[in-house]
């Protein structure tokens, strides 16, 4: 790989953000659609379509940081759609119901969203149970508990402010939304570089048994991370509110779980733990976005892209497979 390995952690195989190589390779993956879908429709590289695919790109790749963040510990999280969905309907909650301003509103939503990841990581920890099962379990528990409450009726009188942010535009297509994801990309990229609690949390997820033997606090990394992941999908949350105008709360849920899987191991993040790409992660949530928006604009099912993403899915699973297997016998050999 060709980014720097993190040399001082103790897991069995080498622990780095991603490789190079890859990522250019899925970059020119996105660009072939690109050519494909604006030849086939003139349409796609409209101003009004640019617009819309950038702040759909936004919510994507922020999407697959919340999955990616707990990939990185070996875990997964399942309930990453709920969580965003909670943090929705609760922004609407307290903007319509309870009349909040709009930045105590939101700080609200991203505090709901943080403690239900943290809920997760805890839940985790302390009963030695797989992620997967607490995050499926999780999943529906939150969301079972916000339609009760809100009985599934959305809150459509939001302040103007909020759906006007939505509609901002830097420059002739740039969408506000896209720069924040673009930020917290540069931040968690910062977080896994350089600072020696992303050097931990590589290190728990390569190898837990060998980073907890090292000094590594393996179990608050794990809570750590899915409580980052909790804050990340309501941020996607809330970018899904400011583009919308409303909050409803169809906008998560299930939708989410395929996006959040893609956008991370197409762009490099092992499945297995250890290694994250936060670049190839923005470039994965590239394809995907443009794949949805490309048969949109060619006035393709529904039902296509549910297959096309199921197809890339598996794709991406076997491509994580053989760098896991590559990664270890790199690693022996180098020892």
């Given at each position: 790989?060709?980014?720097?390995?993190?040399?001082?952690?103790p897991?069995?195989?080498?622990l780095?953000?991603?490789?190079?190589?890859?990522?250019?390779?899925?970059?020119?993956?996105?660009?072939?659609?690109?050519?494909?879908?604006?030849?086939?429709?003139?349409?796609?590289?409209?101003?009004f379509?640019?617009?819309?695919?950038?702040?759909?790109?936004?919510?994507?790749?922020?999407?697959?940081?919340?999955?990616?963040?707990?990939?990185?510990?070996?875990?997964?999280?399942?309930?990453?759609?709920?969580?965003?969905v909670?943090?929705?309907?609760?922004?609407?909650?307290?903007?319509?119901?309870?009349?909040?301003?709009?930045?105590?509103?939101?700080?609200?939503?991203?505090?709901l969203?943080?403690?239900?990841g943290?809920?997760?990581?805890?839940?985790?920890?302390?009963?030695?149970?797989?992620?997967?099962?607490?995050?499926?379990?999780?999943?529906?528990?939150?969301?079972?508990?916000?339609?009760?409450?809100?009985?599934?009726?959305?809150?459509?009188?939001?302040?103007?402010?909020?759906?006007?942010?939505?509609?901002?535009?830097?420059?002739?297509?740039l969408?506000?939304?896209?720069?924040?994801?673009?930020?917290?990309?540069a931040?968690?990229?910062?977080?896994?570089?350089f600072?020696?609690?992303?050097?931990?949390?590589?290190?728990?997820?390569?190898?837990?048994?060998?980073?907890?033997?090292?000094?590594?606090?393996?179990?608050?990394?794990?809570?750590?991370?899915?409580?980052l992941?909790?804050?990340?999908?309501?941020?996607?949350?809330?970018?899904?509110?400011?583009?919308?105008?409303?909050?409803?709360?169809?906008?998560?849920?299930?939708?989410?779980?395929?996006?959040?899987?893609?956008?991370?191991?197409?762009?490099?993040?092992?499945?297995?733990?250890?290694?994250?790409?936060?670049?190839?992660?923005?470039?994965?949530?590239?394809?995907?976005?443009?794949?949805?928006?490309?048969?949109?604009?060619?006035?393709?099912?529904?039902?296509?892209?549910?297959?096309?993403?199921?197809?890339?899915?598996?794709?991406?699973?076997?491509?994580?497979?053989?760098?896991?297997?590559?990664?270890?016998?790199?690693?022996?050999?180098?020892?």
């Amino acid at each position: 790989m060709s980014d720097d390995a993190i040399r001082d952690a103790p897991p069995r195989r080498r622990l780095s953000l991603g490789g190079a190589s890859g990522q250019i390779g899925l970059l020119a993956i996105v660009i072939g659609f690109w050519v494909v879908f604006s030849s086939l429709a003139p349409g796609f590289l409209s101003t009004f379509n640019l617009f819309n695919l950038g702040r759909s790109l936004a919510v994507d790749i922020v999407i697959g940081f919340s999955q990616m963040v707990v990939l990185a510990t070996g875990g997964m999280n399942l309930a990453v759609g709920s969580i965003g969905v909670c943090a929705v309907m609760f922004t609407g909650f307290l903007l319509q119901d309870l009349g909040l301003p709009i930045p105590a509103a939101m700080a609200l939503a991203l505090v709901l969203g943080t403690l239900l990841g943290w809920l997760n990581g805890m839940a985790i920890v302390k009963t030695g149970v797989n992620s997967f099962i607490i995050t499926l379990a999780s999943a529906s528990l939150y969301l079972g508990a916000m339609l009760i409450l809100t009985k599934a009726v959305p809150y459509s009188e939001l302040p103007a402010a909020v759906g006007a942010f939505g509609r901002l535009k830097i420059g002739t297509f740039l969408s506000p939304l896209l720069v924040i994801a673009i930020v917290i990309g540069a931040a968690l990229f910062v977080l896994y570089r350089f600072s020696t609690l992303g050097r931990q949390i590589l290190a728990a997820g390569a190898n837990p048994r060998a980073a907890a033997m090292s000094g590594v606090p393996v179990d608050r990394v794990i809570v750590f991370s899915h409580g980052l992941s909790g804050f990340l999908a309501a941020c996607a949350g809330l970018m899904l509110v400011a583009r919308l105008g409303a909050a409803v709360p169809s906008v998560g849920g299930e939708e989410w779980l395929l996006p959040s899987f893609l956008g991370p191991v197409l762009g490099g993040t092992l499945l297995s733990g250890g290694v994250v790409a936060v670049v190839g992660t923005m470039i994965g949530a590239a394809l995907v976005t443009t794949i949805r928006s490309g048969l949109l604009v060619l006035q393709i099912g529904n039902f296509w892209l549910q297959l096309f993403l199921g197809l890339i899915l598996l794709f991406a699973v076997f491509v994580d497979r053989y760098r896991s297997v590559y990664a270890e016998r790199r690693s022996t050999r180098q020892r």
